[in-house]
C-alpha cells in the first residue's frame, strides 16, 4: 500500500521557519513529480511547490516564491519543504502529494497519492 507521510507542522511565529518533510512508501517516486498543497480553513486547496525527479525541475505558487524551498531526496522516496519568512497567510495544513507521472502539474485533481496533512499555525 503506498503511503505518504508528512511531518514538521507546528506553531511558529511570525518570522520564524519550518522544515517539513514527506517519506513515500509502497512505491518508488524518484522519476515522478511531487509536490506540496496547502488549504486554510474556508478556501480551496491550492498550490505550493512542486519538484520533478528528471531534470530536478522546481515551480512555486507566486505567494511563496523566494521564501520557500522544496528538495528531494530521491533514494530516499523524501521531499522537503523549507518554509522560511512565515506570515500568519501560511496557516495552513500542508498536504504532501505525488503525482504519479514525471510531468509537473499544479491542479491537485493531477496528483494520485496524498499524505494525511499536516498543520502549520503562524502566530502574529
Known amino acids: 500500500q503506498v503511503q505518504l507521510v508528512e511531518s514538521g507542522g507546528r506553531l511558529v511565529q511570525a518570522g520564524g521557519s519550518l522544515r517539513l518533510s514527506c517519506t513515500a512508501s509502497?512505491?518508488?517516486?524518484?522519476?515522478?513529480?511531487m509536490g506540496w498543497f496547502r488549504q486554510a480553513p474556508g478556501k480551496d486547496r491550492e498550490f505550493v511547490a512542486a519538484?520533478?525527479?528528471?531534470?530536478?525541475?522546481?515551480y512555486y505558487a507566486d505567494s511563496v516564491k523566494g521564501r520557500f524551498t522544496i528538495s528531494r531526496e530521491t533514494v530516499k522516496n523524501t521531499v522537503n519543504l523549507q518554509m522560511n519568512s512565515l506570515t500568519p497567510e501560511d496557516t495552513a495544513v500542508y498536504y504532501c502529494?505525488?503525482?504519479?507521472?514525471?510531468?509537473?502539474?499544479?491542479?491537485?485533481?493531477?496528483?494520485?497519492?496524498w499524505g494525511q496533512g499536516t498543520q502549520v499555525t503562524v502566530s502574529s
Open positions: 502529494a505525488a503525482r504519479g507521472f514525471p510531468f509537473f502539474s499544479s491542479r491537485p485533481g493531477d496528483y494520485s497519492y
Open positions: 509502497g512505491r518508488t517516486f524518484g522519476g515522478d513529480t
Open positions: 519538484i520533478r525527479g528528471s531534470g530536478g525541475s522546481t
